[in-house]
């Protein structure tokens, strides 16, 4: 069933969100390059419906370029070349894509002659990040026919868009790692110094002092300071005239530390609304802490990685690249991303994509801010609150003829009913007596089996189909 308010999806419209749906499952967790920068080139090589291409990483600075990825031709992978050949120098020359009808045509090309025979058309794109290009996309066509057009160049930029997300991922990961390391070498340094100097931390003798943290978490034991076996506490007194030995020092516990909040990112163009939600979700939800903004995808990238934020809330029409794009790359980093979007109204088809990426909630800018707000709690706690209007007309962009639910087992109709009514999966496993492991385990299986990508899509297909 269509909804009135809804254009029918284009076949190419499908394809390509089925294709970045699956960019965001094949790209989740994984921050290795090459397997990364591999798999969108055969995404976007398929939906071309070529099978050669390449990858390269550029350094301007130094003028060279380097192959990354080879497929299906060339096997030059980890090679390094001028900037001044080659596509990947026509695409830096042109600061722009580059098409050409034969690959004959193409200066300074490395492939070698049995090879460069059989290819023909070309087609080639930038990989941005903040302004520079960092890296090209490359495509050949075996097709003597072939010319590549620019809608073709506008659909092989959005996949370079997710190669720069995972170049940049990449970096990222290397570059938290090392510091990771450097914080060990300084923590064991540490140690040391206040091994040397007598001054590490023992157990009190008359008892713990209460821990600061988070009464509720098992893995705080409460370390404390034995301040009469200390030896600064032993010459302080003995420095004492009246000293007669060690007396008692009261110790008092300190406050606990309230629990931690959930961390939210905002994303917004605007300084003034960015500035505006942040005090507004902090108002109506106490539990709600915005601890970073950014204007833009790239930055919201920039700071899910280093914030680690519970909720990302943007904007749909972000400059750029826009709500439906930075959830996907969201998603291909972190599976478990929850991203709540900001929109005119569900009549945009790009709402039909984003929820089938995985975005777990839409909110009309129209809505009331206790609304918001409480969207974005229920989406850092792992459900969905979205209203029955809302769930009923997302139902109907994304019904496909049915809800999918026929060979599900009784147990999985049994998880999908609780997962329905917006349970979390720890409460799932109480009131079934499983695992949460398990419970994981059967909502993986019903997604799969109903074609839904989240609990949201799930949610919306209940309310069109109810069982």
């Not at 040397?196 to 705080?220: N, Y």
């Not at 003995?238 to 961390?263: F, M, Q």
């Not at 163009?269 to 902090?282: F, H, K, Q, T, V």
């Not at 959830?327 to 709540?340: C, F, G, I, M, Q």
Request: glycine share 8%.
């Amino acid at each position: 069933m269509a909804h009135p308010e809804l254009p029918d999806p284009s076949p190419d419209d499908d394809a390509r969100f089925e294709a970045l749906a699956a960019l965001a499952t094949d790209l989740a967790g994984q921050f290795a390059l090459a397997p990364l920068l591999e798999r969108i080139l055969r995404h976007t090589m398929e939906l071309l419906g070529c099978d050669s291409g390449s990858i390269c990483t550029v350094d301007e600075a130094a003028g060279t370029y380097r192959k990354e990825v080879d497929l299906g031709v060339g096997c030059l992978s980890g090679h390094t070349f001028p900037l001044d050949e080659g596509v990947t120098g026509a695409i830096v020359r042109a600061r722009s894509s580059v098409i050409f009808d034969e690959y004959a045509d193409v200066r300074g090309g490395h492939i070698a002659a049995p090879d460069r025979a059989s290819l023909h058309g070309v087609i080639g794109v930038p990989i941005r990040w903040a302004g520079s290009i960092i890296g090209s996309c490359v495509v050949f066509s075996r097709d003597p026919a072939r010319r590549f057009t620019h809608s073709d160049a506008t659909l092989v930029e959005l996949f370079a868009t997710h190669a720069a997300i995972a170049i940049a991922n990449a970096r990222l990961h290397a570059l938290a790692n090392r510091r990771e390391r450097e914080a060990a070498v300084l923590a064991e340094r540490e140690r040391v110094a206040r091994d040397v100097l007598g001054l590490r931390p023992a157990p009190l003798a008359a008892g713990p002092v209460d821990d600061p943290r988070d009464p509720g978490d098992p893995s705080a034991p409460g370390d404390a300071v034995d301040l009469d076996s200390s030896p600064a506490f032993d010459r302080a007194w003995a420095a004492r005239p009246d000293s007669v030995g060690p007396h008692p020092v009261p110790v008092t516990s300190p406050e606990p530390a309230p629990r931690p909040r959930w961390r939210v990112l905002v994303v917004h163009e605007s300084p003034i609304i960015r500035a505006g939600l942040a005090r507004l979700l902090g108002s109506l939800q106490p539990g709600l802490q915005v601890v970073g903004e950014a204007g833009d995808a790239g930055e919201a990238l920039e700071a899910y990685e280093l914030l680690h934020p519970h909720v990302v809330i943007a904007h749909l029409d972000l400059p750029h690249i826009d709500g439906v794009q930075l959830t996907s790359y969201l998603r291909a980093a972190d599976p478990h991303a929850a991203v709540v979007l900001l929109i005119h109204g569900l009549d945009d088809e790009r709402v039909r994509g984003a929820a089938r990426i995985g975005a777990v909630a839409f909110v009309e800018q129209e809505a009331d801010p206790a609304d918001l707000a409480r969207a974005v709690l229920a989406a850092a706690r792992g459900d969905s609150l979205m209203t029955a209007d809302v769930l009923n007309r997302l139902a109907a962009a994304l019904d496909a003829g049915g809800a999918g639910g026929e060979h599900l087992t009784p147990r999985e109709k049994q998880v999908r009913l609780l997962v329905e009514r917006g349970l979390p999966d720890k409460r799932i496993a109480v009131d079934l007596q499983i695992s949460v492991r398990t419970v994981e385990k059967h909502v993986g299986a019903i997604l799969r089996k109903t074609g839904a990508a989240n609990r949201t899509t799930l949610a919306s297909r209940s309310a069109l189909h109810p069982h």
